[in-house]
């Protein structure tokens, strides 16, 4: 007597070679792969491009401006990509969609945190303007109530630059989530599902990595920085592994060498704030101001030292310079901030308008199967109550009357009147 076949190849007992080889679903249709390829390689050259050339560019405003525009440029490819494929969202599995769901809306809470943080940092170059406006040395030289004014801008400055938005803190917080679900679904017996999910990974592996980078940008910490795992089968591993070793350790050694501000642009600015606050919270009387009249008709004290009057010529040019660096610095920071939160706007409306298609698909789709739900009732009840059936196989014959609304209370009272006329309810 034969032993039953339990499935196994009885001359391989670690089971069946050809899954082995050949895992099940792995196979991808070359029109597929070609696009999937297409996809990878186009991100691999965006990450090839956002590698800094130096350390000059880590971590500036124009650097995050060029990010956030690749990552803008990802997140629409993929939505090109899911139209290559003809792959309707009423195919995919409802984990994909809860998954996307899900973490578009802590995506978008991390771009509202990062654009209330750059209008933050905008509203303050008002300070900066308004003491520049005060201290102008090119004319008449400031008065001792206008270098007060002006130092208090300053320090007003100083002090909002240094403190942190609660936003930013929670955006953080959104990003650790963001990474912990960061994982490569698997697709069941669905090639575009393979296809889809493989893009999806890389999209949210550069989405981490950018947003990783604003958040420790805007904390000046290193905390919010992740060092992600990527396996080297995508063909842009390589290349991101190399730009996120190369911008996560910058930032590291920066802020390790007590450099508390990483952003490049505003690191200018807070330099020259902080000397022109030195310079002018003194008072007029460190620019030996007594000695400045003279050129003005008015006779100088008899007791000034010709020492005292040069050291006030000095402090007087050393102001000139530090207002004029001071407004070049400014000026092209608010350049930077202004090009930065367009970007941030942009990239929060392409995953608002991702995730609006997304559950506007899923309406429509829900219209589609209910209505189609209820034509199939409305013919089965045609059909089967409507006459005689046309081989009948027995002399008493019930119609069948088959209810796909179970959970409708509607249903529940058919079912009822249908007992007690003696119909069949399924």
Known sequence: MSRPHDGQWPFFPFGKPLRMILPKGSYIPPKLKSLLNAFEETLADRFRKLKPKDESEVVSLSWMRRAMESLSETHNDVKSLITDLQFPVSDWDSQWMDMYLDNSVKLLDICIAFSSEISRLDQGQLLLQYALHVIDPSGEFPSEEQLKKADISLIDWMQRFKSRSPKIENSCLN??????????????????GKVLMQAMYGVKVQTIFVCSVFSAAFTSSSRP????????KFLWATLFNDLQGYVNGEIRRRISSGRPIILRELEAVSYCSEKLHDLT?????????????K?????????????IVNEGKEKVERLQVLVTELGEAAEKAAGGLDLLSKGVGDFFQIVLSGRDALLCNLR???VMQENDNRHRFSLEVATTVGGPPENPSTEHCQPIIRIHYIRQPWAVILSIICCKRGVQSL
């Open 175 to 192: 990003l650790e989530e963001l990474a912990r679900s960061l994982c490569f679904p698997k697709s069941k017996n669905s090639s575009k």
């Open 225 to 232: 920085l992740m060092n992600l795992q990527v396996p080297e």
């Open 281 to 293: 919270s003194g008072g007029t009387t460190q620019f030996g101001a007594n000695s400045l009249q």
């Open 295 to 307: 050129e003005n008709g008015i006779d100088h004290k008899e007791d000034r030292s010709s020492q």
């Open 364 to 366: 429509v789709s829900d």
